[in-house]
């Protein structure tokens, strides 16, 4: 590290550093969009079971009323 000070200067160095931290901060990022992805994926499918439990339900009622309006 102290040569490549010396022989390129802080301000090198510095920017080296910079791109490491831009690195792992995208690196860390990257599993929580996944998380998030899936959160979203699981809201949306979950959204869709209870829209089907929802007619089934509703066919259901419809069917015990059919026979006592005959």
């Known amino acids: 590290l102290i040569y490549v000070i010396r022989k390129y200067g802080t301000s090198y160095c510095k920017q080296i550093i910079r791109k490491k931290k831009s690195q792992l901060e995208e690196e860390k990022q990257a599993p929580i969009k996944y998380i998030q992805?899936?959160?979203d994926s699981e809201k949306s499918w979950q959204a869709l079971v209870q829209k089907c439990h929802y007619l089934?339900?509703?066919?259901?009622?419809?069917?015990r009323q059919l026979p006592n309006v005959f």
């Open 37 to 39: 992805d899936v959160t």
């Open 56 to 63: 089934f339900v509703q066919r259901n009622n419809q069917r």
